[in-house]
């Protein structure tokens, strides 16, 4: 059975920054994607940020690129998102999400089998 559990949500001022982690049980990251999606209130879940070890990349969406990072850890079947100059905008419910998506499914929430609880974000002055 997998399981995602997600840690290091919180609230922050504008431009601030957090760090969201993931650890996985039971999901094998050999040849699958990790990654982070987020729904705000009233939205559609929307994707964030994906890595898939092999081949090993990483994806961003473009209202995150130059702000935020995800890394993994193949030894510990985790992955982080670095959140760096975070904004009004991000504030949302953040999901770790983990399958293997095929190449258009990679950057949707769609793509992705496993779900974690979704850890709290929230920008505010």
């Known amino acids: 059975q997998v399981q995602l559990v997600e840690s290091g949500g919180g609230s922050v001022q504008p431009g601030g920054s957090l760090r969201l982690s993931c650890a996985a049980s039971?999901?094998?990251?050999?040849?699958?994607?990790m990654a982070w999606c987020r729904q705000a209130p009233g939205k559609e879940r929307e994707f964030v940020a994906t890595?898939?070890?092999?081949?090993?990349?990483?994806w961003l969406a473009d209202s995150v690129k130059g702000r935020f990072a995800i890394s993994g850890n193949n030894a510990k079947n985790t992955v982080s998102l670095q959140m760096n100059s975070l904004q009004s905008e991000d504030t949302a419910v953040y999901f770790c999400?983990?399958?293997?998506?095929?190449?258009?499914?990679?950057?949707?929430?769609?793509?992705?089998?496993?779900w974690g609880q979704g850890t709290q974000v929230t920008v505010s002055s």
């Open positions: 039971g999901f094998t990251f050999s040849g699958g994607a």
């Open positions: 890595i898939r070890r092999s081949p090993s990349n990483t």
């Open positions: 999400a983990a399958g293997y998506p095929i190449t258009s499914t990679l950057a949707s929430p769609r793509g992705y089998r496993f």
